[in-house]
Nanobody, 114 residues
Framework: QVQLVESGGGLVQPGGSLRLSCAAS????????MGWYRQAPGKQRELVALITSGDTTTYADSVKGRFTISRDNAKTTVYLQMSSLKPVDTAVYYC????????WGQGTQVTVSS
């Protein structure tokens, strides 16, 4: 089992920045891909960004150039640096990790509003 704990969400004004963190614990050996998804009210959960164990990254078109995903050297913590935030980025952000199956965090709320 893998446990994921997110932190760093909150309220930010349009144009602002936030950094999300997700720490993995438990059976962390051989975790491969980690990343972030988000779900806005009334919408389906969607991919935001992924990073593989080889540090290959994938981004949703809507966040390219504004968000950056990264991992620590131990490959057990993943970060999402979000800049130039827009109201449409408002959502619950979920951490994801893959190790012989997918695991999810409980989510952290990000609200972009003036």
């Amino acid at each position: 089992q893998v446990q994921l704990v997110e932190s760093g969400g909150g309220l930010v004004q349009p144009g602002g920045s936030l950094r999300l963190s997700c720490a993995a614990s438990g059976s962390i050996l051989s975790i491969s891909t980690m990343g972030w998804y988000r779900q806005a009210p009334g919408k389906q959960r969607e991919l935001v960004a992924l990073i593989t164990s080889g540090d290959t990254t994938t981004y949703a078109d809507s966040v390219k150039g504004r968000f950056t995903i990264s991992r620590d050297n131990a490959k057990t913590t993943v970060y999402l640096q979000m800049s130039s935030l827009k109201p449409v980025d408002t959502a619950v952000y979920y951490c994801y990790a893959y190790r012989l199956g997918g695991y999810w965090g409980q989510g952290t709320q990000v609200t972009v509003s003036s």
